[in-house]
């Protein structure tokens, strides 16, 4: 008798960063919370589930991306781009059927730290369970 494979939704948050990783110079550049040393690792992507509903087929979440720059003419740019990866065919992961941006990129406040410049982007998405495999 063969084992049933197990199936499940991605961690959206960890498919994300293990997509954008290699974009920003690897792991340190990326993750769901801003480092202390925020300064010394810019460029930073925080990539955050912020929420989305979940059926037994499909997952739609809906994930906040906070791009940490240290220069303002960076930052625009380098998020488009990764919003574009997103919404280009086919999608950089098989489990991302569907993505949707809005708002886009855009420039947003972040606290009191005149070094750091903070650009942002929503995205819907739309995955299904996967074969369960171990992530970098």
């Known amino acids: 008798m063969t084992q049933p494979v197990e ?5 959206i948050e960890r498919l994300l960063a293990a997509v954008f990783a290699p974009l920003l110079g ?14 010394a690792v810019v460029p930073f992507l925080r990539v955050m ?7 037994a087929l499909y997952d739609y979440p809906i994930v906040e ?6 220069e303002d003419v960076d930052g625009l740019p380098m ?3 990764f919003v ?3 919404l280009d065919k086919p999608p950089p992961h098989a489990a991302l059927d ?4 809005d708002p886009g ?3 947003l406040a972040w606290g009191d730290n005149d070094a750091v410049r903070h650009w942002g982007a929503t995205l819907f998405l739309e995955t299904r369970k996967v074969r369960l495999v171990p992530l970098p």
Do not use: I, K, M, W
């Open 65 to 70: 991306l906070a791009l940490l720059t240290a």
């Open 26 to 39: 690897g792991d340190e550049h990326v993750g769901n919370e801003a480092p202390d040393n925020l300064e």
């Open 105 to 107: 990129p855009r420039e």
């Open 7 to 11: 199936r499940d939704f991605p961690d």
């Open 79 to 81: 998020l488009s781009r």
């Open 84 to 86: 574009n990866l997103l």
């Open 49 to 55: 589930r912020v929420g989305g509903p979940r059926t």
């Open 98 to 101: 569907y993505v949707d941006c």
